[in-house]
C-alpha cells in the first residue's frame, strides 16, 4: 500500500523503528508503538538524540503531536 494521507503513512510506520524530530532540534529514534487523531505518539525502546548523537535511553515515550515537526520511517 503506497500511504497518500498522513494517518495511513502513520499505520504503515506501526511496529516499525521511526525517526522523530521536533521543533527543539532534539530526535527521538523507537518502535512506534500507536499513535491519535492529533498526531500524539507513543514510542518504545525510545532513545533521545541531539545533534546526532545518542544523549539518552529512554524505553518507553509519549510524544506531543504539537511538538513534532517531521516522522521518518527507518
Known sequence: MDPT???????????????????????YIGRLVSFDIHINIVLEDGEEHIDGNLNR??????????TIILISSE
Request: charged share 40%; aromatic share 6%; hydrophobic share 35%.
Open 5 to 27: 494521507r498522513p494517518l495511513d503513512f502513520l499505520n504503515e510506520s506501526r511496529n516499525k523503528r521511526v525517526i522523530v524530530e521536533l521543533k527543539n532540534q532534539k530526535q
Open 57 to 66: 535511553k529512554l524505553g518507553k515515550i509519549f510524544i506531543r503531536g504539537d
